[in-house]
C-alpha cells in the first residue's frame, strides 16, 4: 500500500525557535497533502490543505505566518513552526491524496514539544 | 458545519468478546464515511468506508453500515482479538469537499 512518511518523529525546541517537520509520499505522487494537529484525547484538527505548485489554503483560526507550509513537489511538503511557543506543543500529523483518489495515507505522526 | 460524534472512550474488553463502537455525524448531503484505525506508534490506516446510504463497508473482521435514517455508522466485529487494540477514528469527507472530519477517536483495549 501507499506509504507516507515524517520526520522527525520527535522534536524538543526552544520558545522562539523554529522548526520543520517533513512529510513525504515514498511510492506515490501526492497531488494534495493535508496537515492536521491532534491534541491529547481530542480530534484530528485539519490546519491547512496544499497542492503541489500552490499556495496552502488554511483553516479558519490557523495563523498562516506561524504555520508555514511549502508543497514544492509531488512528493514532498514541510510544515515548518516558527517562533514556537509552548502552546504550539502538539502532534502533527500529514497525509497525502494522489490525484482525485479520495483516499488520504496518513503519516505516523511528529510529537512537538516547545519548552 | 458537518461534524463527527463518537463514543468516549476507553473501551476495555476481554479476547473474543463483541465490539460496537458508536459514529453519528451531521452533514449535508450524502457525505462518504470512513472508520480510520491507529495502532500504537502508527499512522492512521483506512480500516473500511461507505460512499452511499445502506453501503456496509467490511474489512478485517470488522463491518460498519451507513445509515442515512439515524445519520450512524457503528463500528462492530463479532469476536476481537489482542491485536485490535488500537485507536478507532470515525469520519466523513462531504460531497462538495475534499478533507477529512474527523471524530475524537475511540481507545480500544483487548486483554486475553
Known amino acids: 500500500g501507499a506509504v507516507v512518511s515524517q520526520h522527525p518523529s520527535r522534536v524538543i525546541c526552544k520558545s522562539g525557535t523554529s522548526v520543520k517537520i517533513e512529510c513525504r509520499s515514498l511510492?506515490?505522487?501526492?497531488?494534495?497533502m493535508f496537515w492536521y494537529r491532534q491534541f491529547p484525547k481530542q480530534s484530528l484538527m485539519l490546519m491547512a490543505t496544499?497542492?503541489?505548485?500552490?499556495?496552502?489554503?488554511?483553516e479558519q483560526g490557523v495563523e498562516k505566518d506561524k504555520f508555514l507550509i511549502n508543497h514544492a513537489s509531488l512528493t514532498l511538503s514541510t510544515l515548518t513552526v516558527t517562533s514556537a511557543h509552548p502552546e504550539d506543543s502538539s502532534f502533527y500529523i500529514c497525509?497525502?491524496?494522489?490525484?482525485?483518489?479520495?483516499?488520504?495515507?496518513f503519516g505516523p505522526g511528529t510529537r512537538l514539544t516547545v519548552t | 458545519g458537518n461534524s463527527v460524534t463518537q463514543m468516549e472512550g476507553p473501551v476495555t474488553l476481554s479476547e473474543e468478546a463483541f465490539l460496537t463502537i458508536n459514529c453519528t455525524y451531521t452533514?449535508?448531503?450524502?457525505?462518504?464515511l470512513f472508520w480510520y484505525v491507529q495502532y500504537p506508534g502508527e499512522g492512521l490506516q483506512l480500516l473500511l468506508k461507505a460512499t452511499k446510504a445502506d453501503d456496509k463497508g467490511s474489512n478485517k473482521g470488522f463491518e460498519a453500515t451507513y445509515r442515512k435514517e439515524t445519520t450512524s455508522f457503528h463500528l462492530e466485529k463479532g469476536s476481537v482479538q489482542v491485536s485490535d487494540s488500537a485507536v478507532y477514528f470515525c469520519a466523513l469527507k462531504s460531497q462538495a469537499g475534499t478533507a477529512l472530519i474527523f471524530g475524537k477517536g475511540t481507545t480500544l483495549s483487548v486483554s486475553s
Open positions: 452533514a449535508t448531503g450524502y457525505p462518504s
Open positions: 496544499s497542492n503541489e505548485g500552490s499556495k496552502a489554503t488554511y
Open positions: 497525509s497525502a491524496r494522489e490525484g482525485q483518489n479520495y483516499e488520504q495515507y
Open positions: 511510492d506515490f505522487q501526492a497531488t494534495t
